[in-house]
């Protein structure tokens, strides 16, 4: 496959017309991403019991955390790709795709190898409310025999956005959310399978997405040739991924962990607040969409200036990318504030599930103001290659203040889901402090100069 056109190219003319236009179909992707389990949810809440709405919140998180995980090491090829376009020497993207198939590959077999069989220990660790233990197993079961579509469909959507194209990812995740509507209307509504069905809706989604990718890309022109020979284990193309992407998968990973934690501490106080808090994480998915989106975008746009030495255009982006999704989380923090049992409605029929959500969410919507700053942050220091940074920041926070105060604040009586919640805003605040001082640190060393 070699191309007879180029990828956008982010290092030359305007930065903020390029940059949103590149993150909207990134958010659009992410959008109907987070509707895989958001649908799943919404069909069995609205035709299950509040123990299905259990398991498939507390399921659809682990999945949620593994799959974060390998998005967050294919993150390596997309900042590899970036960098080559920036330098002028996309034509290496074929041995660089070619490594990343056998080096995704073996995590996936490992992963399944490993989530199937452990779906039990798993959902005992996340002490699973007993009503919905069975449930909970189900879901992971199914859904880690899933795992190498999970993957394949991570390591495409890397790849396109390396090279500046998050209309493909978007196209194809986009079939993926369509077929796992329909398989959860046709198997949890219409066949009463509950959990099991939302499960095998999901995974049989993503396999289609996996397969209609596959076909676009045999027809797409890319800026690179893509041989048989070039699908092999490369040590030095494989040591450069991980060493972009391992730092940040680890952050993701121990992140993700330190949100299953609370999961783990909310299941212990019960079904009703264990499906309240799902149902808000839920919600909550779709409120970080947009600095999500402008964090991946920012790595990409970055990454290519980067490879080129502009860093002026890369800091003018993050600027540009923190004020608007700034403007966006202001109307989003309105919502999860104030309106949060409206959110949570969509998500459940039992009240008292609602309530429980509402009264979580509230600590999320004054998260909203301060994701839009670290998280542009974190696009843009995986952009110009600080992964390690990255993740430094994202433990710290994690364990030694998102943990830690969600379990204090568990153990206050009366217990209140909002108190457990403010664990995030403040773990968040400390982010954007570490990542205001890493800043200030390179200008005074000169690594940056803008």
Do not use: W
């Given at each position: 496959?070699?191309?007879?056109?180029?990828?956008?190219?982010?290092?030359?003319?305007?930065?903020?017309?390029?940059?949103?236009?590149?993150?909207?179909?990134?958010?659009?992707?992410?959008?109907?991403?987070?509707?895989?389990?958001?649908?799943?949810?919404?069909?069995?809440?609205?035709?299950?019991?509040?123990?299905?709405?259990?398991?498939?919140?507390?399921?659809?998180?682990?999945?949620m955390t593994l799959t974060n995980l390998v998005s967050s090491l294919a993150m390596g090829a997309t900042i590899l790709l970036g960098r080559q376009i920036g330098e002028g020497n996309a034509r290496k993207g074929g041995e660089t795709i070619g490594a990343c198939i056998?080096?995704?590959?073996?995590?996936?077999?490992?992963?399944?190898?490993?989530i199937a069989p452990g779906a039990g220990v798993i959902a005992s660790v996340m002490q699973a409310p007993a009503e919905a233990f069975d449930l909970t197993v189900t879901y992971v079961r199914i859904c880690g025999a899933g795992t190498l579509v999970i993957i394949a469909y991570n390591l495409i959507g890397s790849v396109f956005r390396g090279i500046g194209d998050s209309a493909t990812p978007l196209m194809t995740v986009a079939i993926a959310c369509g077929c796992n509507i329909a398989g959860d209307l046709l198997l949890?509504?219409?066949?009463?399978?509950?959990?099991?069905?939302?499960?095998?809706?999901?995974?049989?989604?993503?396999?289609?997405?996996?397969?209609?990718?596959?076909?676009?890309?045999?027809?797409?022109?890319?800026?690179?040739?893509?041989?048989?020979?070039?699908?092999?284990?490369?040590?030095?193309?494989?040591?450069?991924?991980?060493?972009?992407?391992?730092?940040?998968?680890?952050?993701?990973?121990?992140?993700?962990?330190?949100?299953?934690?609370?999961?783990?501490?909310?299941?212990?106080?019960?079904?009703?607040?264990?499906?309240?808090?799902?149902?808000?994480?839920?919600?909550?998915?779709?409120?970080?969409?947009?600095?999500?989106?402008?964090?991946?975008?920012?790595?990409?746009?970055?990454?290519?200036?980067?490879?080129?030495?502009?860093?002026?255009?890369?800091?003018?982006?993050?600027?540009?990318?923190?004020?608007?999704?700034?403007?966006?989380?202001?109307?989003?923090?309105?919502?999860?504030?104030?309106?949060?049992?409206?959110?949570?409605?969509?998500?459940?029929?039992?009240?008292?599930?609602?309530?429980?959500?509402?009264?979580?969410?509230?600590?999320?919507?004054?998260?909203?103001?301060?994701?839009?700053?670290?998280?542009?942050?974190?696009?843009?220091?995986?952009?110009?290659?600080?992964?390690?940074?990255?993740?430094?920041?994202?433990?710290?926070?994690?364990?030694?203040?998102?943990?830690?105060?969600?379990?204090?604040?568990?153990?206050?009586?009366?217990?209140?889901?909002?108190?457990?919640?403010?664990?995030?805003?403040?773990?968040?605040?400390?982010?954007?402090?570490?990542?205001?001082?890493?800043?200030?640190?390179?200008?005074?060393?000169?690594?940056?100069?803008?």
């Amino acid at each position: 496959m070699e191309s007879t056109t180029h990828p956008n190219n982010f290092t030359e003319g305007r930065i903020l017309a390029p940059l949103v236009r590149f993150a909207l179909p990134v958010l659009l992707a992410l959008f109907l991403q987070s509707m895989y389990g958001a649908v799943d949810l919404l069909v069995v809440g609205r035709f299950g019991a509040p123990a299905d709405v259990s398991a498939v919140s507390t399921g659809s998180h682990i999945m949620m955390t593994l799959t974060n995980l390998v998005s967050s090491l294919a993150m390596g090829a997309t900042i590899l790709l970036g960098r080559q376009i920036g330098e002028g020497n996309a034509r290496k993207g074929g041995e660089t795709i070619g490594a990343c198939i056998v080096l995704f590959g073996v995590i996936a077999l490992i992963m399944t190898a490993l989530i199937a069989p452990g779906a039990g220990v798993i959902a005992s660790v996340m002490q699973a409310p007993a009503e919905a233990f069975d449930l909970t197993v189900t879901y992971v079961r199914i859904c880690g025999a899933g795992t190498l579509v999970i993957i394949a469909y991570n390591l495409i959507g890397s790849v396109f956005r390396g090279i500046g194209d998050s209309a493909t990812p978007l196209m194809t995740v986009a079939i993926a959310c369509g077929c796992n509507i329909a398989g959860d209307l046709l198997l949890v509504a219409g066949f009463h399978m509950g959990t099991a069905g939302a499960a095998i809706a999901t995974v049989f989604a993503q396999a289609v997405s996996v397969m209609i990718s596959l076909l676009l890309i045999r027809r797409k022109a890319l800026p690179f040739q893509l041989q048989r020979s070039h699908i092999r284990f490369d040590r030095r193309i494989v040591s450069e991924v991980v060493g972009l992407g391992l730092p940040i998968a680890l952050q993701d990973l121990l992140v993700g962990i330190s949100f299953l934690v609370i999961q783990a501490i909310v299941n212990s106080l019960g079904v009703v607040p264990s499906a309240g808090v799902g149902v808000a994480e839920k919600v909550c998915g779709f409120i970080m969409l947009v600095p999500s989106s402008f964090s991946q975008a920012m790595a990409a746009f970055v990454a290519q200036n980067a490879g080129a030495n502009r860093y002026d255009r890369a800091v003018k982006a993050l600027r540009y990318g923190i004020g608007v999704s700034f403007l966006i989380a202001i109307l989003m923090f309105y919502l999860a504030f104030f309106r949060g049992d409206l959110l949570a409605g969509l998500f459940s029929k039992d009240r008292e599930v609602i309530l429980a959500a509402a009264d979580y969410l509230r600590s999320y919507g004054i998260d909203c103001l301060l994701t839009p700053i670290f998280f542009c942050f974190i696009g843009f220091y995986n952009g110009i290659g600080m992964t390690r940074f990255v993740m430094l920041q994202g433990i710290v926070s994690a364990f030694f203040v998102r943990v830690p105060v969600s379990y204090l604040m568990s153990r206050r009586v009366p217990v209140s889901l909002f108190h457990i919640g403010l664990a995030t805003p403040f773990s968040s605040a400390l982010q954007i402090v570490m990542c205001l001082g890493f800043m200030a640190y390179l200008r005074k060393k000169e690594v940056i100069q803008a």
